[in-house]
């Protein structure tokens, strides 16, 4: 996709696969969206990721919310590893950022599958309480989906250099 920098130090950056990697393993990151007054607006959140999606879920109003009704531009970043090293001052570092458009699910279907596998992740084996929390609570929570355009991993050049 056009309209993404390029990184500049192309050593250290990861593959698509080790960025999905990280994406699939990390339990949470924080979700940038254009908040009030054109302030940058970072939260951390929970997620899952599915075939080049990053899903979450929240109240059903909020900062957060407002944010994504009125611009469909976010980026999500995770932080795998920080190994800060005091004596070398520096930090081993792997992190992972996705670009995209984000949406609130509407289709009440596609909402259902994203609670699933919210819950599951973070839940497993437990399909009885999952579906009593899923009919209790569904209808006070909104699901969003991030649809990634562009994913960019990078860790420090020690880790490239320990690797090679």
């Known amino acids: 996709m056009s309209g993404f920098r390029e990184m500049r130090r192309k ?3 990861l593959s698509e696969e080790e960025s999905i990697g990280i994406l699939q393993k990390a339990t949470s990151g924080t979700l940038a969206l254009l908040g009030d007054g054109g302030y940058p607006y970072a939260v951390p959140i929970s997620y899952v990721y599915h075939e080049r999606k990053l ?9 957060k919310v407002d944010a994504i009704r009125k611009c469909d531009k976010a980026s999500f970043c995770v932080i795998e590893k920080d190994d800060v090293q005091p004596e070398k001052y520096t930090t081993f570092f792997r992190s992972v950022i996705a670009f995209g458009r984000i949406h609130i699910i509407e289709d009440e279907h596609e909402k259902l599958e994203v609670a699933r596998m919210l819950g599951n992740r973070y839940n497993p084996n437990q399909e009885e309480a999952l579906q009593k929390e899923i009919e209790n609570g569904l209808s006070r929570m909104l699901m969003i989906r991030l649809d990634i ?4 991993g990078k860790e420090a050049i020690e880790l490239v250099k320990r690797n090679e």
Do not use: I, N, P
Not at 149 to 152: C, V, Y
């Open 55 to 63: 899903y979450f879920h929240s109240a059903l109003a909020g900062h």
């Open 11 to 13: 050593r250290q950056q």
């Open 149 to 152: 355009e562009h994913l960019t």
